[in-house]
């Protein structure tokens, strides 16, 4: 894949239904949350710092039928 430009990558986010974190840099969840994005999370890691579950966003266990 090519790189994704910041414009390019907020375009995507404001037009998607959703986004899927499941773990690493931070920056895209804070960018999907910004833009009013859907966020589901594991419940590990940086998403901890960032989603209240129910609230900002939600949080699920890595090891989960709800993925599917």
């Known amino acids: 894949l090519s790189h994704v430009t910041a414009q390019k990558r907020l375009v995507i986010l404001k037009s998607s239904s959703c986004m899927l974190h499941l773990g690493g840099n931070s920056s895209c969840l804070v960018e999907?949350?910004?833009?009013?994005?859907?966020?589901l999370a594991a419940n590990s890691g940086i998403a901890l710092e960032y989603i209240e579950h129910d609230y900002t966003g939600f949080l699920l266990p890595k090891a989960s039928e709800l993925w599917a």
């Open 32 to 39: 999907a949350m910004a833009v009013g994005c859907l966020v």
